[in-house]
């Protein structure tokens, strides 16, 4: 049996790391954690401030982690290229994308088109792109790995939240499909699909997400980090293809 604690690190140092949304959240906890283990981490957002805070937060934690961040909307073409000219300038290349960003949206019934579109566009198309742009990078080393956070809304599919549910299960059958392009060429494909999660996009007070985490039925957003963690360090020859995660007692 290995030591876990030096082996993980081993898989994961020097290791450069693009997380989508890593500004707050689930992308917030996954940047500190696989910072503190070595990984050179770029981080994007839409609010420069949250991206600042999250990157000295992971000094704090971890001062010789390296982690830097760039303020763009993922939602337009523009914001991709941006982001990844940006990537190849500062990290020469990329080892891992952590697909994370995501807006909260809710019923058809409700808003207009455009608030649609910005909400598929960020959600889903994005997640597309950047798969686009890391696997034509990550195809000429050999090598690679995606990692999209998608949701269990993919599944239950609750009422109120069907432009949600659109644009995760868009994720779930894209996941499925793209590794079966991309496995040939070296690259994996992990989904991960958390429950509910305590974070900026879910409804109620903080007092009340706390105890729901007390009881049970709400996950921290580090516990998604974990579960990211140990889907990137797995042997070569191993592959984590989906993984769902939800609070012990959130019985859907």
Same mark, same amino acid.
């Given at each position: 049996? &290995?030591?876990?604690?030096?082996?993980?690190?081993?898989?994961?140092?020097?290791?450069?790391? *693009?997380?989508? =949304?890593?500004?707050? =959240?689930?992308?917030?906890?996954?940047?500190?954690? *696989?910072?503190?283990?070595?990984?050179?981490?770029?981080?994007?957002?839409?609010?420069?401030?949250?991206?600042?805070?999250?990157?000295?937060?992971? &000094?704090?934690?971890? +001062?010789?982690?390296?982690?830097? =961040?760039?303020?763009?909307?993922?939602?337009?073409?523009?914001?991709?290229?941006?982001?990844?000219?940006?990537?190849?300038?500062?990290?020469?290349?990329?080892?891992?994308?952590?697909?994370?960003?995501?807006?909260?949206?809710?019923?058809? *019934?409700?808003?207009?088109?455009?608030?649609? #579109?910005?909400?598929?566009?960020?959600?889903?198309?994005?997640?597309?792109?950047?798969?686009?742009?890391?696997?034509?990078?990550?195809?000429?080393?050999? #090598?690679?790995? !995606?990692?999209? !956070?998608?949701?269990?809304?993919?599944?239950?599919?609750?009422?109120?939240? /069907?432009?949600?549910?659109?644009?995760?299960?868009?994720?779930?059958?894209? /996941?499925?499909?793209?590794?079966?392009?991309?496995? +040939?060429?070296?690259?994996?494909?992990?989904?991960?699909?958390?429950?509910?999660?305590?974070?900026?996009?879910?409804? =109620?007070?903080?007092?009340?997400?706390?105890?729901?985490?007390?009881?049970?039925?709400?996950?921290?957003?580090?516990?998604?980090?974990?579960?990211?963690?140990?889907?990137?360090?797995?042997?070569?020859? /191993?592959?984590? !293809?989906?993984?769902?995660?939800?609070?012990?007692?959130?019985?859907?």
């Amino acid at each position: 049996m &290995k030591d876990l604690n030096s082996y993980w690190k081993q898989r994961l140092s020097g290791k450069r790391v *693009l997380i989508t =949304g890593g500004s707050t =959240g689930i992308g917030r906890e996954v940047t500190i954690l *696989l910072a503190t283990l070595g990984a050179k981490c770029m981080i994007c957002g839409r609010n420069q401030e949250q991206i600042d805070e999250t990157i000295a937060e992971t &000094k704090k934690v971890y +001062p010789e982690s390296y982690c830097i =961040g760039l303020a763009v909307d993922l939602a337009n073409k523009e914001g991709i290229e941006q982001l990844f000219t940006t990537l190849d300038r500062e990290l020469g290349g990329i080892d891992v994308l952590v697909n994370n960003a995501a807006i909260g949206s809710g019923s058809i *019934l409700d808003g207009v088109y455009a608030e649609w #579109k910005y909400s598929i566009d960020t959600n889903l198309l994005s997640y597309l792109a950047c798969c686009h742009e890391a696997a034509k990078r990550m195809e000429v080393d050999g #090598k690679g790995h !995606i990692v999209n !956070i998608g949701s269990m809304s993919a599944d239950v599919r609750g009422e109120g939240s /069907s432009i949600y549910v659109a644009a995760k299960a868009g994720i779930q059958g894209f /996941s499925e499909a793209l590794r079966k392009e991309i496995n +040939p060429k070296g690259v994996k494909v992990t989904l991960l699909e958390p429950g509910a999660v305590d974070t900026d996009m879910q409804e =109620g007070e903080a007092a009340e997400k706390l105890t729901k985490i007390e009881k049970q039925e709400m996950l921290k957003a580090e516990d998604i980090a974990i579960a990211v963690a140990f889907c990137l360090v797995q042997p070569d020859r /191993s592959e984590v !293809i989906s993984l769902q995660i939800r609070p012990h007692l959130q019985l859907i």
